[in-house]
């Protein structure tokens, strides 16, 4: 470390003690201070965690997500996120990874400069943030001719979840990582949250969540590679959408969409639709 950085520490914290770190990151992430699949890295001061960096490996794929990076604000400008992204390359090394990346939604100024600092590739678009009436955006899938789908798919509502679906989304939870659990994000999930079963099996579920009393956020859309058809998404909004609208009307919905689908809706919705880039960060390891 430099010598500014000379009375701060690096360290992995123990799992055990997860709960001294969870004012390190967002309440949604804590999980992941106790999570297999999970990269953690700390920095101390006089004993005490000030700084922490989380990321989400995925071994069967040789790359691990930066998922969180934060230092309180009385022992920041002192290089201690450079610091520990460039430690976590190391531990991503170590464990194998061939890369690291993360997305964020710009203005991220700080997190730009110290992934440029950690020699990161520049940011590219990957996907956009959808904002619009809930009610329009149902409407617009709605309209879309649908194609059809293979007689062994079923959409069903997230709420009538078994225990084997459950089991399966522990069983591969290796493959999609704990960003991507259908349950455990803070907030509730509401009643459009669908899954899909392929031969009885599931394959893939879209957890929306009630974020704010009149907003409604597409939290989660996951899909395992088995399962990805054409047209399955929109089949899944649609019902969703026929679902919410039947039970609990709301407002306004957010969507991060891949750009495919961005655009579509893009098209569809046309002026009715605010929409923000979302930008990916990589860094190849040498």
Same mark, same amino acid.
């Given at each position: 470390?430099?010598?500014?950085?000379?009375?701060?520490?690096?360290? *992995?914290?123990?799992?055990?003690?997860?709960?001294?770190?969870?004012?390190?990151?967002?309440?949604?992430?804590?999980?992941?201070?106790?999570?297999?699949?999970?990269?953690?890295?700390?920095?101390?001061?006089?004993?005490?965690?000030?700084?922490?960096?989380?990321?989400?490996?995925?071994? %069967?794929?040789?790359?691990?997500?930066?998922?969180?990076?934060?230092?309180?604000?009385?022992?920041?400008?002192?290089?201690?996120?450079?610091?520990?992204?460039?430690?976590?390359?190391?531990?991503?090394?170590?464990?194998?990874?061939?890369?690291?990346?993360?997305?964020?939604?710009?203005?991220?100024?700080?997190?730009?400069?110290?992934?440029?600092?950690?020699?990161?590739?520049?940011?590219?678009?990957?996907?956009?943030?959808?904002?619009?009436?809930?009610?329009?955006?149902?409407?617009?899938?709605?309209?879309?001719?649908?194609?059809?789908?293979?007689?062994?798919?079923? *959409?069903?509502?997230?709420?009538?979840?078994? %225990? %084997?679906?459950?089991?399966?989304?522990?069983?591969?939870?290796?493959?999609?990582?704990?960003?991507?659990?259908?349950?455990?994000?803070?907030?509730?999930?509401?009643?459009?949250?669908?899954?899909?079963?392929?031969?009885?099996?599931?394959?893939?579920?879209?957890?929306?969540?009630?974020?704010?009393?009149?907003?409604?956020?597409?939290?989660?859309?996951?899909?395992?590679?088995?399962?990805?058809?054409?047209?399955?998404?929109?089949?899944?909004?649609?019902?969703?959408?026929?679902?919410?609208?039947? *039970?609990?009307?709301?407002?306004?919905?957010?969507?991060?969409?891949?750009?495919?689908?961005?655009?579509?809706?893009?098209?569809?919705?046309?002026?009715?639709?605010?929409?923000?880039?979302?930008?990916?960060?990589?860094?190849?390891?040498?």
């Amino acid at each position: 470390m430099s010598e500014n950085l000379s009375s701060y520490e690096l360290g *992995i914290p123990v799992i055990e003690d997860a709960e001294y770190y969870q004012h390190l990151t967002f309440g949604s992430y804590g999980y992941m201070l106790a999570e297999e699949h999970a990269v953690r890295l700390a920095a101390y001061h006089q004993g005490r965690p000030i700084g922490l960096v989380l990321a989400l490996s995925h071994p %069967q794929r040789a790359y691990s997500r930066l998922m969180s990076l934060f230092v309180l604000p009385e022992h920041r400008l002192r290089g201690l996120g450079t610091a520990l992204v460039l430690g976590l390359e190391q531990l991503a090394r170590a464990r194998g990874d061939e890369r690291l990346e993360t997305s964020y939604l710009p203005p991220k100024a700080a997190l730009a400069r110290v992934l440029e600092k950690c020699g990161w590739q520049p940011p590219f678009v990957h996907m956009n943030v959808v904002e619009a009436p809930f009610a329009t955006t149902g409407d617009v899938v709605d309209r879309y001719p649908l194609p059809q789908l293979p007689s062994n798919v079923t *959409i069903f509502p997230w709420s009538e979840r078994t %225990q %084997q679906d459950l089991a399966i989304v522990e069983a591969r939870r290796g493959e999609y990582g704990g960003a991507m659990h259908p349950e455990e994000e803070p907030y509730p999930i509401a009643s459009g949250s669908m899954g899909v079963r392929m031969d009885g099996r599931l394959m893939g579920w879209m957890i929306w969540h009630e974020v704010a009393p009149d907003l409604l956020r597409c939290s989660i859309m996951y899909l395992f590679p088995e399962a990805r058809m054409h047209g399955l998404w929109l089949h899944m909004i649609a019902q969703g959408y026929h679902r919410q609208m039947a *039970i609990r009307p709301y407002r306004n919905a957010v969507i991060p969409a891949v750009l495919p689908l961005s655009h579509f809706l893009q098209r569809q919705l046309k002026k009715r639709a605010r929409v923000r880039d979302y930008h990916k960060v990589v860094k190849v390891l040498d």
